[in-house]
């Protein structure tokens, strides 16, 4: 057992109180991996934890087990410092919102992590940058432990995985298909959790539809740029994913761009790539991820965003 997990384990019989969060607008690796880990603790160790979030949770996500437990970050009581907080899954002091204030007064932290952080809040860190999802690393703690499981943490870290790697069109090992095929065999139904996130709202298919049907094209139709204005980004989860997976099927296209106008000037970037690694982008306007899905937030106006997101990729 390495110095970092036996830390863990110290700090969470020592505490009395532990707060458990991720990145703002949580997606389904981010959600699965805070609730799934609240649910071993409270298995191994019978403590209860407080899962909160800043943000959006997209509605496909309403339906995964314990989904009730995550609590917005406004709709729990701060004042009293946490004895341990665990960040999961891209916990920049920029990417989670208003949940910074669990940390920022937190006894002690721990960060879990699979993404490229050069700006760690963590008093121990937990990073695989080879990691496949941070639900992965989740499991591979869980089993290097000995942890006790049951059939929703199997379920939650499942859902983990197979969203973070796009249903594992982007696995760079073996190592989460092994992962799945255990859980299969421990009784996970794969195609019955996918069946749960078919839960959006009219509008939001909708209004992803539409944005898709109207994208641009760029450099011989090798980059296709999607917008989603203030008024359409109010009928969408905050993410955009159909929109980027369907533009991600169109044959020629190489990289993929998503521009949500969250406010006036507060501009969320999503970039995918099918080939070439994209995350320097990303870092470029002070964000990041993986190296074929990445993103960034940009204070500026829609118009300067795209323009200067245009411009990035004339080199590619």
């Known amino acids: 057992m390495n110095t970092e ?3 863990l384990i110290e700090k969470i019989s020592q505490a009395k109180s532990i707060a458990i969060m991720a990145h703002k607008n949580p997606d389904a690796d981010a959600l699965c991996s805070c609730l799934a ?46 004895d341990l907080v665990l960040l999961l899954d891209y916990g920049t002091p920029n990417n989670i919102g208003g949940t910074k204030v669990f940390v920022d007064n937190a006894k002690y932290i721990i960060e879990i992590d699979h993404h490229k952080n050069d700006n760690k809040l963590g008093h121990t860190c937990i990073d695989d940058e080879t990691a496949a999802a941070t639900g992965a690393m989740i499991y591979d703690i869980m089993c290097e432990l000995g942890w006790q499981k049951d059939e929703k943490i199997l379920n939650l870290l499942a859902l983990a995985i ?15 298909l092994r992962i799945m095929a255990d859980m299969v065999d421990a009784g996970v139904n794969i195609g019955r959790l996918m069946a749960l996130l078919n839960n959006k709202p009219y509008k939001a298919v909708q209004t992803e539809a539409r944005v898709a049907s109207e994208a641009e094209f760029f450099y011989n139709r090798r980059l296709v740029l999607a917008t989603i204005d203030t008024k359409a980004y109010r009928n969408i989860d905050g993410r955009g994913e159909i929109v980027l997976n369907l533009l991600n099927q169109i044959k020629g296209v190489e990289y993929i761009v998503l521009l949500k106008q969250q406010k006036a000037e507060q501009i969320g970037v999503s970039l995918r790539s099918k080939t070439s690694p994209i995350n320097d ?24 965003v795209r323009a200067k997101v245009l411009k990035m990729f004339e080199g590619k």
Not at 162 to 176: A, C, E, N, P
Not at 285 to 299: E, S, T
């Open 37 to 82: 880990l609240m649910q071993l603790i409270k298995l191994n160790f019978d403590k209860d934890c407080v899962c909160v979030y800043d943000g959006n949770i997209p509605d496909a996500l309403d339906y995964v087990p314990l989904r009730a437990r995550m609590k917005y970050f406004n709709n729990v009581d701060s004042s009293n410092p946490y």
């Open 5 to 7: 997990l036996k830390v």
């Open 162 to 176: 197979l969203t973070d790697t796009g249903m594992f069109k982007f696995v760079r090992s073996g190592h989460s």
């Open 281 to 304: 982008l990303a870092e470029s306007l002070g964000g990041g991820g993986h190296a074929f899905a990445a993103g960034a937030v940009v204070h500026d106006t829609l118009e300067n």
